[in-house]
């Protein structure tokens, strides 16, 4: 009998994380990397202490009621802890943490990645390549928005937010923002605060969705809201999916409405909804936002760091519930 915690991961994780893994813990990894249902998912968890688990696995009051009691924790391979029930797992007394602050930089990335794709069209340009269909330079051709001098418009100014409101002022561009509370002088970096969404929408050229998934967010941009933006406008989503109803969406890029959207989320995921495919105006990526070597080598270490604080006695530092 091992004396070394046990510990049931859901996906495979990066190498030197799985080292540690293997070294400090009982781990039991699923290697396939599918993603598991409820069921396979509590089976799983029979005799662990802990399990490591990362969205979309999806562990609602019901499943978080079904654990065995060995289960004291659950630690999140994301900072979204929306795929977990927190009310529940405090209920049973289960600690549940997940890694601020390491997807920081690489999200703020992939936003900006998402803002130069939709609003200079390169989604349209690499097809138009690879298809072989270009037959020359033309003054007319694919012409997009310019970054510089347009109003970004922040809805949710946490650390994402204010990273890709750095990064942007770096290419010209003017911050606007929404957050539940004003943030610190010092901090807003001479960005406008809006104090309601609405007032925000209205001048966001680019609107750039940062908040977390809670039932407020919920479908928080539906078809009133968009036709409330400026035209044109891009709207850009590295938060989640749900934030954004996508029938409206996909109706007003469709209409032109709105000139052209770029996202990493989606409702659904990883089978979003059909109309996006269609889309010429749609720059589309896989949830890549914190997909780099040190974020994702981070990301896994802090879930052990707090592990292993909860493990010796400690408070985890990183604890949602
Ligand atoms: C992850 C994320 O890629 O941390 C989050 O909330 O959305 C991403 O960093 C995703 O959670 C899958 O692990």
């Not at 999916?241 to 990883?270: M, N, S």
Request: aromatic fraction near 6%; include cysteine; glycine fraction near 8%.
């Amino acid at each position: 009998v091992s004396a070394k915690p046990r510990i049931f991961v859901t996906r495979r994780v990066p190498e030197a994380v799985t080292d540690r893994l293997q070294r400090d813990y009982d781990a039991n990894i699923n290697t396939d990397d599918n993603a598991l249902t409820a069921d396979q998912l509590v089976t799983q968890a029979d005799g662990m202490d802990a399990l490591i688990v990362t969205p979309p696995d999806k562990l609602g009051a019901d499943v978080i009621e079904r654990l065995p009691d060995s289960v004291r924790a659950i630690a999140c391979f994301s900072v979204g802890t929306n795929h977990v029930d927190l009310e529940a797992a405090k209920k049973r007394g289960i600690a549940v943490t997940n890694t601020p602050g390491v997807l920081t930089d690489a999200t703020a990335e992939i936003a900006m990645l998402l803002i130069l794709g939709a609003c200079r069209r390169a989604w349209e340009g690499q097809k138009m390549l690879r298809r072989r269909d270009w037959d020359g330079w033309k003054p007319t051709q694919l012409i997009g928005l310019e970054l510089t001098g347009r109003r970004l418009a922040i809805f949710g100014m946490g650390r994402i937010g204010q990273a890709t409101a750095a990064r942007a002022r770096a290419f010209g561009m003017e911050i606007h923002y929404h957050n539940r509370s004003r943030l610190p002088e010092e901090q807003e970096q001479g960005a406008t605060y809006h104090e309601t969404p609405d007032q925000l929408l209205e001048v966001a050229d680019v609107l750039s969705l940062h908040c977390p998934a809670t039932p407020e967010t919920q479908g928080f941009l539906n078809a009133q809201r968009i036709e409330a933006l400026p035209a044109p406008t891009v709207v850009i989503n590295t938060s989640r999916g749900d934030v954004v109803d996508d029938a409206a969406l996909i109706d007003a890029l469709k209409r032109q409405r709105v000139a052209a959207a770029g996202l990493d989320v989606f409702a659904g995921e990883p089978n979003l909804h059909d109309g996006y495919y269609e889309l010429e105006n749609a720059y589309l990526l896989p949830h890549l936002g914190s997909a780099t070597v040190e974020t994702r080598n981070a990301m896994g270490f802090m879930c052990l760091d707090n592990l292993d604080a909860l493990f010796t006695g400690r408070d985890a530092p990183n604890r949602v519930a």
